[in-house]
């Protein structure tokens, strides 16, 4: 470390002791909640710096992050699945032991366990052939699961919801024109809003069938439905700059607010 | 006033860098990041908030509150962890004090385990201060995480109690109030699902709301609203997307009900920052698009 780096690891000790100490004694805060509030502005300004550029403390906080992580989802793999919902099934007296309500006892349930110790049979020099067996179950049930799930809600539901009616409570001309509005509820909104449907649905198609040239009426709507992925695709990213500004909000707010006190 | 002047400041900035990038110098990503944090932590500071009024989508949702019958019986599911949380807490909130407002019970769960916590944050702060009289296990249960996905949605869309034989507390099923009409997701009258993840919203189409014809909401956070617009009408038959969606309901909800005037809205208070944040991405773009363009012409003409 250089003489500039230990100058700032100074100066963020002493910036964390003096946070620390003033959350910890001024006001309702008592020292331990002081350290966290002072822990999690540290985190968040670690994190945060990698913007400016890579740095030891965007190391320190990411290792950290993902450190942590590991060992919060292995223990929540432990005590919410194997202890959760395998041991009361097999085993009363072991149930009791963890604390666990009393279950049906299946023991159907030990096949789970056996085909545990056959992907742990990976890390095996030898034996690592026998994990392929209960992959295999794993991929097959999720697929045939999947399969009749996504078939219905994602292909044939989806398929269906296109099928909207071009022409929206009509009844005439005169009551058509005579009511016209740019309400959201209204007859002309429904019936743009299913043009786009429709069209957009057709189109698209067309763009992605290769099996005529894309030329004549049958490029302009290629053309078309290329546009339509265009604004899907900017939607997309405009949810996801809201998505991203609003976590930057939140973290602001816990800085601006919880930390500085800068906010009510 | 204060718009005003944060755009301003906002504006010079952006018409020096634009000026700059015509002479050539190149504007540094540290500089855009600097923009972002002003734009952002300035009207934070001084509070900008704007008016809101509920997209159908929205409105939609809130309309299925308000048409069930006294009593019903909703299930929530809190589908997302802390980092999800400044843009979907906001909605579990005010839907959770929507349905308590309206008198029905809620059952809640997650298929995060970190869904857990944030229940705890709505159970702090719109439970316990503002229905104090609503009772555990009669009229809200939590019956907490359980491993699985959407093997979990594919048990209890026939059986809970195969799958929840306790609540989070340990309380027996069979001895739970709230269960007592309850056998599986086909008996709930509405299920909402808060989240953005996976397992999430879409699992709980796939696996309950088209298998069991029981109707879903759905509050998200804004990356995965997109990809859940096409369920709208037919499968979902609403969706909150984003902050946005949730500020229109706080919105709606307070001008419903004057007696929560003064009710935290967090959403609301978020969407100061992002709309002035927006204002600057969207003229980092023009300026981009503008200075590439100009560029492009000075070649062509050097040529």
């Known amino acids: 470390m250089n003489r500039i780096g230990i100058i700032v690891f100074a100066g963020v000790c002493v910036l964390f002791v003096t946070s620390w100490f003033l959350k910890g004694s001024v006001g309702d805060a008592t020292m ?148 016209l509005s740019l309400s959201a509820t209204g007859p002309l909104v429904a019936m743009v809003g299913n043009f786009v449907i429709f069209g957009g649905v057709i189109c698209g198609l067309i763009y992605f069938f290769f099996s005529k040239e894309h030329t004549g009426w049958f490029g302009t709507a290629s053309r078309i439905g290329i546009w339509v992925l265009m604004v899907t695709f900017g939607a997309s990213f405009g949810y996801t700059v809201m998505g991203r500004i609003s976590l930057l909000v939140g973290r602001l707010t816990f800085l601006l607010r919880d930390w500085l006190e800068l906010m009510t | 006033m204060a718009v005003a002047i944060i755009l301003g400041v906002l504006g010079i900035g952006l018409l020096w860098l634009f000026i700059g990038a015509l002479k050539g110098r190149e504007v540094d990503r540290r500089v855009i990041f600097v923009f972002i944090l002003v734009a952002v932590a300035a009207p934070l500071l001084v509070n900008i ?38 843009e979907v807490q906001p909605m ?5 004090r929507h349905a308590l407002e309206r008198g029905h019970k809620i059952i809640f769960m997650c298929l ?58 340990g309380v027996p099923y069979d001895s739970i109030k709230i269960f007592d009409k309850i056998k599986s997701c086909k008996d709930l009258d509405l299920i909402v699902s808060i989240g953005g993840g996976r397992p999430g ?23 995965v609203a997109p990809q859940l617009y096409p369920y709208y009408p037919k499968q979902l038959i609403g969706l909150l997307g984003g902050v946005k969606g949730a500020a229109e309901y706080e919105s709606h909800f307070k001008k419903v009900y004057p007696k929560y005037a003064d009710m935290a809205t967090p959403a609301i208070f978020m969407m100061g920052p992002q709309t002035i944040a927006h204002i600057v991405i969207m003229a980092f773009i023009v300026i981009g698009n503008l200075i590439f363009f100009l560029g492009r012409r000075k070649e062509g003409e050097e040529a």
Do not use: C
């Not at chain 1, 990698?50 to 793999?77: C, I, Q, R």
């Not at chain 1, 398929?159 to 009509?170: H, K, Q, R, Y």
């Open chain 2, 112 to 169: 995060f385990a970190t869904g857990e916590g944030q229940f705890n944050v709505t159970d702090r702060e719109v439970i316990q201060p503002e229905f104090p009289d609503r009772v555990n296990g009669v009229d809200w249960v939590n019956i907490g995480y359980k491993a699985g996905n959407e093997g979990v949605l594919n048990v209890i869309v026939t059986d809970f109690k195969k799958m929840f034989p306790t609540d989070v507390n």
């Open chain 1, 32 to 179: 331990t909640e002081g350290f966290l509030i002072t822990l999690s502005a540290f985190l968040t300004l670690a994190i945060m710096s990698f913007l400016y550029k890579d740095n030891p403390y965007y190391k320190f906080a990411e290792h950290l992050f993902v450190g942590v992580s590991a060992a919060f989802w292995m223990t929540m793999g432990f005590w919410s699945t194997i202890v959760g919902n395998l041991i009361p099934r097999i085993s009363d007296s072991l149930g009791a032991w963890f604390l666990q309500p009393k279950g049906e006892i299946n023991y159907f349930f030990l096949l789970p366990i056996f085909f545990g110790f056959l992907l742990l049979m990976r890390l095996a020099p030898k034996g690592g052939w026998l994990s392929r067996w209960p992959l295999a179950f794993i991929i097959g049930t999720t697929a045939g699961l999947n399969f009749v799930r996504y078939l219905r809600s994602d292909f044939i539901n989806q398929i269906s919801a296109t099928f909207v009616p071009l022409v929206v409570d009509w009844q005439g001309f005169g009551h058509f024109f005579g009511n």
């Open chain 2, 201 to 223: 919203i879409k699992e709980w189409v796939l696996f309950v709301g088209d298998p069991g014809n029981v109707p879903i909401a759905t509050g998200v956070a804004a990356v």
């Open chain 2, 49 to 86: 908030t704007f008016k809101f009024e509920p997209t159908p989508i929205v409105q939609a949702v809130f309309d299925e509150f308000e048409s069930l019958p006294e009593g019903s019986t909703v299930l929530f599911s809190y589908d997302f962890d802390p980092a999800m949380a400044p």
């Open chain 2, 92 to 96: 579990a909130n005010v839907l959770t």
